[in-house]
Every structure is written in C-alpha cells, then in structure tokens.
C-alpha cells in the first residue's frame, strides 16, 4: 500500500470506527439526544404545520410545531393518546421586528429544534414519549432533557403530554 | 310531471342558474374574490411551512405563511420572481394566552386566511399577483382588495412582491 493510500485507508478506517460510537469527525457529540436517544428525523422540514406560538421574555420567540404523516392523521381524527410512530418538531426562532411592515415580528436566528417521538414500548418510562432538542443540529446537555417530562407530565397530563392543539 | 318532481326540478334548476352567477343557495357571496377572482385553493392546509409572523395590537394575531409545492421550490432555490403556479396562503388567528404554560401565547379563533397567486399573464397589471382575503371561507370586499396591492408594492418591491421569507 502506497502512503497517499495508507492515509486515505487510515481516515476511513477511523471515520467508521468513531461513527459507530456516534462521535463525528469533527468532534462534534453524538447526534442522539441524551436520557431518550432521539435524533433529528430526516425531512421533517417538509412536515405539515400544527400550529404556531408565542413565546414571551425572556426568550422571545416565534415558534412552530410541525408533525409527521401519523401525527398528523392523528390530530385531524381527534385519536388520543398519539399512536406509535407520532413525532412532533417544534421549531424556534428569536422574534424580530420586521424591517417592512412595522406592526410585525418575524423568525430571527433560530434557537432550537425539539422533538418528541411516540414509542409506547421503547419509552414505556416516559409517558411513551422520548425528547430530544437541538441547537445547530447537535443536542442539548443531559440536564436540559431532565426538565422535558416533568414539564409536560405537570401540565398536559389530559392530552398525552402534548401541549399543541392543531390550528384550524 | 308530480308535484314533489316539479319542485325537485325547479330547485335544481335555480340552484343552477345561481351557481352561474356565483351565488350560493345559502345566501352567501361569490367564493372568488373581487378583483382578482382568487379562490380558496383544495388542500391548502397541508402545505408547507415557509415562516410564521407575529402581528402586534390592534390585531393581535398570529400568523403562518405556507406555500405550495411551486412556492416552496422557489423559496429553497431562492428563485426570483416566484413562477407562475406559486400560491402563498397565511393563516391568522387571534393569539392569546396559553392556559397550560404561562410564557406562551396560541392560536385562539381564526380571523383571516389569505392567498396570493403568482399568474405572470392573468395578473399582469398587478406585478403578477392575485390577491384574495377570506373569512369563514368567504371572499372579504372590495374595498378591503383594494388594499392588497398598493402596499405590497410600496414594502416589498424588491423581493417580488412578497414579505415572507423562508425561516431556516
């Protein structure tokens, strides 16, 4: 093996093998939330709207939550508790006065992306629900997805821990 | 022809002659919009998600625009003008204060849904753009159409006519 090759095998060889401790080459975190394992779903972008929201100081945020195909065949048939498969993004943006039209704000930076995936075996400990939130695409620390279930168990107990209501 | 077909037929035949002229049997206004004839586009609500928007006092209202599969590939490739076929609908309800948790602010009662609709030749008078305003599913006045255009005009030349931009 030629040394160009011994140094592209080399790269390739450590590349697979920190991948499958999910430490990126960049030395970014693992791209699974913590406590819950969550990671960011593929397209979700693309998913149909909930509903939007507001969020007061001191975050000032605009935010909307997005669902996938099951969650929002769900919420359109009225089907509590959420089926297996349900996953919820709600993303978030600083709200800022728009420079065009003055009696609007409008999304600044992004803040954060969440998500809550339904698996009622696999999060059986947690309502059936796992969390997992994001800042430019990596997760937050261990102690921000301690506050999530407490959270939702506290207030939203009657609507299987989801706070958003579809917007009609 | 019996009397119950008689009556059968002429309600047909003027539930016709009125669909002609735009009328409802209900009483209600034409479903296209003055000026510009928009209509409620089919299946709007599952759109894509480009941006939501905050409106402050006197209307109070939040808002999120979607766009259609047209919209969204201009918005992704930052295609300006949009090409004709992009239809912009905003939604906007009336926010108010989440009862569940204490910062955020959701959709209360839904006040306005709006669409333009890019057809460079249709709408050549207009910068290329139908306008249309409804509530509870109805065309707004003309009046209220009169505004659209003027304004968009004055804010947002720049950027084909359009304020919203895509939130990343």
Known sequence: MKPMQLVLFLTAAVSMALAATGIAMDGSRDKAAPIYGVTIPEGYRHWEMIAPAQEAAPLDE?????????AMKAYREGTLPFPDGTVLAKLAWKHVPSSEF?????????T?????????RKYAASGGWGFGRFINGKPTDEAQHQTCLACHQAQVKNHDLVFTRYAK
């Open 102 to 110: 003055g009696p609007a704000s409008i999304p600044g930076v992004a």
């Open 112 to 120: 954060t992306v969440q998500f809550m995936v339904k698996d009622s």
């Open 62 to 70: 605009l935010r909307v939550v997005l669902g996938n195909a099951v």
